[in-house]
Protein backbone atom coordinates (compact mmCIF):
# COMPACT_ATOMS: atom_id res chain seq x y z
CA UNK A 1 0.00 0.00 0.00
CA UNK A 2 1.39 3.66 -0.57
CA UNK A 3 2.18 5.78 2.09
CA UNK A 4 -1.08 8.11 2.66
CA UNK A 5 -3.20 5.52 0.92
CA UNK A 6 -6.43 4.74 2.25
CA UNK A 7 -6.71 1.03 3.51
CA UNK A 8 -8.74 -1.20 1.41
CA UNK A 9 -11.84 -2.37 3.03
CA UNK A 10 -13.34 -5.88 1.78
CA UNK A 11 -16.73 -6.93 2.68
CA UNK A 12 -18.16 -10.11 3.15
CA UNK A 13 -19.93 -10.44 -0.14
CA UNK A 14 -16.58 -9.18 -2.34
CA UNK A 15 -14.83 -12.28 -0.27
CA UNK A 16 -17.07 -14.88 -0.97
CA UNK A 17 -16.62 -13.37 -4.70
CA UNK A 18 -13.33 -13.44 -4.39
CA UNK A 19 -13.43 -17.29 -2.94
CA UNK A 20 -15.46 -18.16 -5.92
CA UNK A 21 -13.40 -17.09 -8.54
CA UNK A 22 -10.25 -18.24 -6.84
CA UNK A 23 -11.84 -21.60 -6.95
CA UNK A 24 -11.86 -21.97 -10.42
CA UNK A 25 -7.83 -21.54 -10.22
CA UNK A 26 -7.17 -23.16 -7.23
CA UNK A 27 -9.65 -26.20 -5.64
CA UNK A 28 -7.31 -26.08 -2.83
CA UNK A 29 -7.76 -22.35 -2.14
CA UNK A 30 -11.52 -23.11 -2.13
CA UNK A 31 -10.86 -26.06 0.63
CA UNK A 32 -9.89 -23.28 2.59
CA UNK A 33 -12.59 -20.83 2.17
CA UNK A 34 -15.56 -23.37 2.07
CA UNK A 35 -17.16 -23.71 5.99
CA UNK A 36 -19.41 -27.25 6.77
CA UNK A 37 -21.28 -27.37 9.82
CA UNK A 38 -20.14 -29.76 12.33
CA UNK A 39 -22.08 -32.94 12.77
CA UNK A 40 -25.00 -33.50 14.28
CA UNK A 41 -24.71 -35.12 18.26
CA UNK A 42 -26.26 -38.76 17.90
CA UNK A 43 -28.66 -39.86 20.11
CA UNK A 44 -28.40 -41.21 23.57
CA UNK A 45 -28.43 -44.50 24.18
CA UNK A 46 -28.27 -44.98 28.02
CA UNK A 47 -31.43 -44.53 29.38
CA UNK A 48 -32.88 -44.14 33.23
CA UNK A 49 -33.85 -48.33 33.44
CA UNK A 50 -30.30 -48.81 32.52
CA UNK A 51 -29.07 -46.72 35.51
CA UNK A 52 -31.31 -48.36 38.07
CA UNK A 53 -30.12 -51.76 37.29
CA UNK A 54 -26.54 -50.33 37.51
CA UNK A 55 -27.82 -48.83 40.78
CA UNK A 56 -29.10 -52.20 42.23
CA UNK A 57 -25.95 -54.21 41.34
CA UNK A 58 -23.01 -51.51 42.69
CA UNK A 59 -25.83 -51.99 45.57
CA UNK A 60 -25.61 -55.22 45.83
CA UNK A 61 -21.56 -56.22 45.16
CA UNK A 62 -21.02 -53.04 47.88
CA UNK A 63 -22.70 -55.41 50.50
CA UNK A 64 -20.90 -58.36 49.33
CA UNK A 65 -17.36 -56.78 49.20
CA UNK A 66 -15.77 -58.26 51.92
CA UNK A 67 -17.57 -61.43 52.50
CA UNK A 68 -16.31 -64.97 51.94
CA UNK A 69 -18.31 -66.65 48.89
CA UNK A 70 -20.93 -68.93 50.19
CA UNK A 71 -19.33 -72.39 50.35
CA UNK A 72 -19.37 -74.36 47.13
CA UNK A 73 -19.54 -70.88 45.51
CA UNK A 74 -17.10 -69.26 43.26
CA UNK A 75 -15.60 -65.41 43.96
CA UNK A 76 -16.36 -64.24 40.76
CA UNK A 77 -18.89 -64.88 37.87
CA UNK A 78 -18.97 -64.96 34.39
CA UNK A 79 -21.36 -63.61 32.12
CA UNK A 80 -20.93 -64.82 28.61
CA UNK A 81 -21.53 -62.71 25.48
CA UNK A 82 -20.30 -62.99 21.50
CA UNK A 83 -18.31 -60.06 20.93
CA UNK A 84 -15.00 -59.56 20.44
CA UNK A 85 -14.25 -57.14 22.94
CA UNK A 86 -13.66 -58.57 26.91
CA UNK A 87 -14.86 -56.86 30.17
CA UNK A 88 -13.20 -57.54 33.47
CA UNK A 89 -13.74 -55.79 36.66
CA UNK A 90 -11.38 -57.75 39.66
CA UNK A 91 -11.51 -54.84 42.33
CA UNK A 92 -15.44 -54.58 42.69
CA UNK A 93 -14.75 -56.62 45.69
CA UNK A 94 -11.74 -56.65 48.33
CA UNK A 95 -8.80 -58.63 47.18
CA UNK A 96 -6.34 -60.29 49.25
CA UNK A 97 -2.95 -59.23 48.60
CA UNK A 98 0.72 -58.89 50.40
CA UNK A 99 -0.82 -61.07 53.52
CA UNK A 100 -4.37 -58.68 53.49
CA UNK A 101 -7.34 -57.47 52.21
CA UNK A 102 -6.86 -53.97 50.29
CA UNK A 103 -10.04 -51.80 49.71
CA UNK A 104 -12.43 -52.20 47.04
CA UNK A 105 -12.22 -50.30 43.98
CA UNK A 106 -15.93 -49.90 44.78
CA UNK A 107 -19.41 -52.20 43.43
CA UNK A 108 -19.79 -49.33 40.58
CA UNK A 109 -16.59 -51.04 38.65
CA UNK A 110 -18.62 -54.05 38.87
CA UNK A 111 -22.18 -52.09 37.79
CA UNK A 112 -20.37 -50.69 34.80
CA UNK A 113 -18.72 -53.47 33.28
CA UNK A 114 -21.85 -55.65 33.68
CA UNK A 115 -23.79 -53.35 32.21
CA UNK A 116 -21.33 -52.48 29.84
CA UNK A 117 -21.24 -56.51 28.48
CA UNK A 118 -25.05 -56.34 28.76
CA UNK A 119 -25.92 -53.85 26.28
CA UNK A 120 -22.62 -54.69 24.08
CA UNK A 121 -23.25 -58.71 24.55
CA UNK A 122 -19.44 -58.75 25.41
CA UNK A 123 -18.06 -61.58 28.24
CA UNK A 124 -17.41 -59.82 31.32
CA UNK A 125 -15.39 -61.64 34.15
CA UNK A 126 -16.01 -59.53 37.64
CA UNK A 127 -15.59 -60.53 41.42
CA UNK A 128 -18.74 -60.78 43.23
CA UNK A 129 -17.44 -61.71 46.91
CA UNK A 130 -13.63 -61.08 48.68
CA UNK A 131 -11.18 -62.32 46.89
CA UNK A 132 -8.77 -64.72 47.91
CA UNK A 133 -5.96 -63.30 45.53
CA UNK A 134 -5.73 -60.33 43.83
CA UNK A 135 -6.82 -60.81 40.38
CA UNK A 136 -4.50 -58.10 38.64
CA UNK A 137 -1.58 -58.72 40.97
CA UNK A 138 -1.13 -62.03 40.67
CA UNK A 139 -1.72 -64.81 37.64
CA UNK A 140 -1.89 -67.99 39.82
CA UNK A 141 -5.72 -68.06 40.86
CA UNK A 142 -8.89 -69.32 39.49
CA UNK A 143 -9.48 -65.48 38.26
CA UNK A 144 -7.01 -65.58 35.67
CA UNK A 145 -7.75 -68.98 34.41
CA UNK A 146 -10.81 -67.81 33.06
CA UNK A 147 -9.48 -65.10 31.60
CA UNK A 148 -6.79 -67.03 29.85
CA UNK A 149 -9.26 -69.63 28.53
CA UNK A 150 -11.05 -67.01 26.95
CA UNK A 151 -8.04 -65.33 25.35
CA UNK A 152 -7.37 -68.76 24.22
CA UNK A 153 -10.48 -68.68 22.25
CA UNK A 154 -9.18 -66.89 19.60
CA UNK A 155 -12.63 -64.76 19.74
CA UNK A 156 -11.05 -62.27 21.86
CA UNK A 157 -9.52 -58.62 20.23
CA UNK A 158 -9.77 -56.52 22.57
CA UNK A 159 -10.06 -56.52 26.73
CA UNK A 160 -11.00 -53.98 28.71
CA UNK A 161 -9.98 -53.95 32.54
CA UNK A 162 -12.32 -51.20 34.41
CA UNK A 163 -11.17 -49.83 38.17
CA UNK A 164 -11.97 -46.90 40.13
CA UNK A 165 -9.82 -44.50 40.88
CA UNK A 166 -9.73 -42.13 43.98
CA UNK A 167 -12.16 -39.07 43.72
CA UNK A 168 -9.48 -36.82 44.86
CA UNK A 169 -6.81 -37.33 41.19
CA UNK A 170 -7.41 -34.33 39.06
CA UNK A 171 -8.73 -37.20 36.32
CA UNK A 172 -12.11 -38.05 34.63
CA UNK A 173 -10.70 -41.26 33.26
CA UNK A 174 -6.61 -42.74 33.31
CA UNK A 175 -5.71 -44.82 30.54
CA UNK A 176 -3.19 -47.22 31.13
CA UNK A 177 -1.58 -49.28 28.12
CA UNK A 178 2.20 -49.87 30.07
CA UNK A 179 3.39 -46.44 27.97
CA UNK A 180 1.73 -48.05 25.13
CA UNK A 181 3.17 -51.96 24.87
CA UNK A 182 -0.36 -53.26 25.73
CA UNK A 183 -1.42 -51.88 22.89
CA UNK A 184 0.29 -54.09 20.81
CA UNK A 185 0.65 -51.26 17.86
CA UNK A 186 -2.62 -50.27 17.44
CA UNK A 187 -2.47 -46.93 19.04
CA UNK A 188 -5.80 -45.83 17.55
CA UNK A 189 -7.46 -48.20 20.65
CA UNK A 190 -5.87 -45.39 22.55
CA UNK A 191 -6.74 -42.27 20.18
CA UNK A 192 -9.96 -43.36 19.81
CA UNK A 193 -11.00 -44.14 23.86
CA UNK A 194 -9.67 -40.44 24.20
CA UNK A 195 -11.92 -39.46 21.04
CA UNK A 196 -15.15 -41.02 22.30
CA UNK A 197 -14.46 -39.86 25.97
CA UNK A 198 -14.43 -36.50 25.00
CA UNK A 199 -17.31 -36.73 23.07
CA UNK A 200 -19.44 -37.97 26.56
CA UNK A 201 -18.08 -34.81 28.16
CA UNK A 202 -14.82 -36.38 30.19
CA UNK A 203 -12.47 -33.96 29.27
CA UNK A 204 -10.02 -35.07 31.66
CA UNK A 205 -8.07 -37.64 30.53
CA UNK A 206 -4.63 -39.24 31.98
CA UNK A 207 -2.15 -41.15 29.97
CA UNK A 208 -0.42 -44.11 31.95
CA UNK A 209 -0.18 -42.66 35.59
CA UNK A 210 -1.58 -46.35 36.51
CA UNK A 211 0.32 -47.99 33.08
CA UNK A 212 -0.45 -51.54 34.45
CA UNK A 213 3.60 -51.92 34.05
CA UNK A 214 4.02 -53.32 37.43
CA UNK A 215 3.17 -56.50 39.10
CA UNK A 216 1.00 -59.27 37.23
CA UNK A 217 -2.05 -57.03 35.72
CA UNK A 218 -4.85 -57.89 33.59
CA UNK A 219 -3.42 -55.32 30.52
CA UNK A 220 0.00 -57.34 30.81
CA UNK A 221 -1.52 -60.80 31.20
CA UNK A 222 -3.75 -60.08 27.61
CA UNK A 223 -1.14 -58.59 25.81
CA UNK A 224 1.40 -60.95 26.69
CA UNK A 225 -1.54 -63.60 25.20
CA UNK A 226 -1.20 -61.42 22.06
CA UNK A 227 -4.67 -59.40 22.95
CA UNK A 228 -4.32 -55.41 23.05
CA UNK A 229 -5.76 -54.08 26.22
CA UNK A 230 -6.34 -50.64 27.88
CA UNK A 231 -6.45 -50.60 32.08
CA UNK A 232 -9.43 -47.97 32.72
CA UNK A 233 -9.01 -46.27 35.60
CA UNK A 234 -12.33 -44.05 36.35
CA UNK A 235 -12.72 -41.56 38.92
CA UNK A 236 -14.63 -42.87 41.74
CA UNK A 237 -17.24 -39.74 40.80
CA UNK A 238 -18.42 -41.25 37.98
CA UNK A 239 -18.93 -44.78 39.90
CA UNK A 240 -21.53 -44.53 42.23
CA UNK A 241 -24.56 -43.96 40.93
CA UNK A 242 -26.57 -44.52 43.92
CA UNK A 243 -25.35 -41.46 45.68
CA UNK A 244 -27.22 -39.01 43.86
CA UNK A 245 -28.24 -36.94 40.61
CA UNK A 246 -24.47 -35.87 39.60
CA UNK A 247 -22.73 -38.96 40.50
CA UNK A 248 -25.67 -41.26 38.43
CA UNK A 249 -25.61 -38.60 35.50
CA UNK A 250 -21.45 -39.00 34.88
CA UNK A 251 -22.18 -42.83 35.57
CA UNK A 252 -24.19 -42.71 32.26
CA UNK A 253 -21.86 -40.58 30.45
CA UNK A 254 -18.49 -43.18 30.81
CA UNK A 255 -21.12 -46.19 30.37
CA UNK A 256 -22.57 -44.26 26.88
CA UNK A 257 -18.52 -43.02 26.07
CA UNK A 258 -17.56 -46.67 26.89
CA UNK A 259 -20.75 -48.16 24.58
CA UNK A 260 -20.16 -46.40 21.72
CA UNK A 261 -16.46 -47.53 21.87
CA UNK A 262 -16.87 -50.99 22.27
CA UNK A 263 -19.73 -50.74 19.40
CA UNK A 264 -17.01 -48.95 17.13
CA UNK A 265 -14.15 -52.03 18.07
CA UNK A 266 -16.89 -54.62 17.39
CA UNK A 267 -17.78 -52.82 13.65
CA UNK A 268 -13.91 -52.59 12.82
CA UNK A 269 -13.58 -56.05 13.56
CA UNK A 270 -16.54 -56.79 10.76
CA UNK A 271 -14.88 -54.61 7.86
Not at 75 to 82: I, R
Not at 182 to 199: A, F, M, N, T, W
Not at 229 to 236: D, F, G, R, T, V
Request: aromatic share 8%; proline share 5%; glycine share 8%.
Amino acid sequence: MMSGSRPIRIGKRHMRLFCVGAALISPIFFTSCSTSPEPLPLKASIGVDEIKEAIAIEKETDARSDKVAPAGSSWFDVTEGTSPILITAPHGTKPFREGSFRFSDGGGTTALARMLGKICNATVIYTTYESPSDPNYYDDNAFKEVVAKELATGKCRLLLDIHGSHWFRPYDVDIGTMNGKSLLGQERLVRELISGLKEEGLENISYNYFSGSEHQTMVKFASANHVPALQLEISSTCLRPAEGDLEAHRFAQVLEALVRYVELQERRKQD
